[in-house]
């Protein structure tokens, strides 16, 4: 089984972000193996460590079905606390374990095997292209990963007209679920200004505590919308509050609070930021506020690709697929201002976690998900 195997391979790279430990090198010559042209694109910024991307495309013609993924992977924690050693790519019965099994070097494994199955079908007759963007900066900051390779392919022309994203989206059975868009998210700190002194000559002093509990009340209970048919509400979450203040007999100089905003399309980054700075003015008093907005939010247009891939789902597994904008965000968030994204890859449950494993029959219907996607698409 090509897709097994090619999975150990790149579970054997310990190539947590920003390392590519050897696994763009595999793809790179998987895909050479299958006829692909390769471009190993190796960006670098002055406030982000330098990372190996790959871009790699076979056919000259349009339509063009682009692939998105990540060799990188998150850390593994303390190694001691895996049943197996999590770079070794180990099979037990019918589990391969290893970071980065579900997250997602199973799901470039499928997708390299479905391209190899499905062009030694179709032979010279093929007129389309497939490529496969391939990061390993997606799990890191993302500064010198897909977008600059979005930069890179704007430069060379190269018009992708859609792209299926390997993410984990998959719940209880593989493609039973597919994401359609994400939603956004908002990093915010508040720091509210006071003046330290005694607690027993208040006057003297000013609390910058009751102005920030004003402030986290106010825009906590405010609904910020009802949802919509493509999207769950958004939701704020207070992340943390602090003072740094040991003495019970001081009035702190200052308190923070941090907080989070996943938003779906009834909002902008810009829009909950005025909100913001409009309900701290009212309840904060003197106050500064930093926002990081980390991705805004996006949802499929309908239309041709988003039924290849439901139908695709349909014949494989005989199931419908959930169409879903929850959970974290992807590299979607950039690669949806150039085409048509869906994520569809394996079971999330144990991605990032300790143990992390993919049943080997999982890469079996994948690869064939993928297949049909890649049938139907070209069509
Ligand atoms: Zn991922």
Known sequence: MYALDLCQRLLKCPSITPKDAGAIAV?????????????VLSFSDPKSPPVNN?????????????????????????????SFNPFAGYIEGELLYGRGAIDMKGAIACFIAASSAFLQDKGPTFKGSISLMITGDEEG???????????WLKARNEIIDACLIGEPTSKTQI????KIGRRGSLNA???????????????????????LLGFLTEISKTPLDQGSEDFPSSN???????????????????AYADFN??????HTGQGLIK????????????HTLTFNISGEPFRTPPGAFKNTVIKAIEKVTGHTPELSTSGGTSDGRFIHHHTPVIECGLKNATAHQIDEHVATQDLVILQKIYKEILERFFE
Request: glycine residues 10%; aromatic residues 6%.
């Open 141 to 151: 900051p993302a500064v010198n990963g897909t977008v600059k390779i979005l930069e």
């Open 189 to 211: 700190k508040i720091i509210t200004h006071g003046t330290q002194g005694h607690v027993a000559y208040p006057e003297l002093a000013d609390n910058p505590i009751p102005r």
């Open 27 to 39: 793809v790179s010559e998987a895909l050479k193996d299958l006829g692909f042209t390769c471009h």
């Open 236 to 254: 704020l979450e207070i992340t943390s509050i602090d003072v740094g203040n040991p003495a019970s007999n001081v009035i702190p100089q200052a």
């Open 261 to 266: 905003i996943r938003y779906n399309n009834a």
């Open 175 to 178: 493609g039973d679920t597919v």
């Open 275 to 286: 909100w913001l700075e409009e309900v701290a003015l009212k309840t904060a008093g003197k």
């Open 54 to 82: 790959l871009y790699g495309r076979i056919g000259t013609n349009r339509p063009h079905l682009c692939f998105a993924g990540h060799t990188d992977v998150v850390p593994v924690g303390d190694p001691a606390h895996w």
